[in-house]
């Protein structure tokens, strides 16, 4: 396992990160420990999480699961100062956290307090903000995107009282770091312009949806995470699965993410299949696993500091974590940049 630095910070994390958003729905408390403890012996030091989690299916009722599963690992004694801890902070919609209250520095600090309690610890190395509050491109919005609604002047008070707030938090240990989810190139920029101009904590990652599927990080966000030191943490590197080639022929296998979301959450389109073939005959041909090709190439890309995967079964987890012994050969670099020129935007 190799590890990388987490923006401009001192903390180090494994280039493959354990997801974590299936742990109390299709994945028991005890099974979400064994995961843990089968990544850890593996070279993984970050989990990441959510305050709005599991969210397969996600229900009002299950909400903060998740960190529950987290919390009662650490309670029974897990190596909580052997684990780099993200979660994030939901916003407008997430109905059953904080009934949808979009983020602001008030509900950071009751979000927050509330996520360390089901956690069991003291603090999180890195506390993220899940969508901005002036709407977002990312989980397929990009088709009807329109920004000319926001207010570069509301989004700048609301970015300076979040990094406020930030800010107090680091000073009471609470946070050690502040980190981004499915922003914008801009939106990023804002945070960096505003910390450096006053004082205020710097955000250090940026966790957007990224896989050999999709790549639209691969452009201005790729640039100004690169010159900013801003860590790109990839989710869904393997396409909620369709990279595995597991629901190819229209298959939806029992207990899978597609039995629970048919679509998987717009990324089944009627372009995906033909892609993920082309995909899964590369690594065939080349006698890997499409998996581990899949998360090899993520580990590749110059802006990436880890990639967050899940799993629902030991199986599938030990298979993922064997892609960080993966090194892709110049052939197969080719014929997925080939494959990405002829598939470019299949979702």
Known sequence: MQYRRLGRTDLDVSQLCLGSMTWGTQNTTEEGHRQIDLAFDHGVNFVDTAEMYPTTPRTDATQGDTERVIGDWVARGGARERMVLATKISGVGATGARKGEPISGDAMRRALEASLARLQTDYVDLYQLHWP???SYHFRQYWNYNPTRQSR???RAHI?????TAAALVDEGKIRHLGLSNESAWGTQQFLDIAEAEGLPRVVSIQNEYSLLCRIFDLDLAELCHNEDVGLLAFSPLAAGMLSGKYL???IPPGSRRSIQKDLNGRLSP???EAVTAYVEIARRHGLDPCQMAL???CTRPFMTSAIFGATTMAQLENALGAAEITLSPEVMEEIAATHRAYPMPY
């Open 133 to 135: 509050n002036r709407g």
């Open 153 to 155: 002047a509301k989004t």
């Open 160 to 164: 300076r009282d979040v990094l406020e």
């Open 249 to 251: 022929g229209d298959a």
């Open 271 to 273: 372009r995906a299949p």
């Open 296 to 298: 090899a190439w993520c």
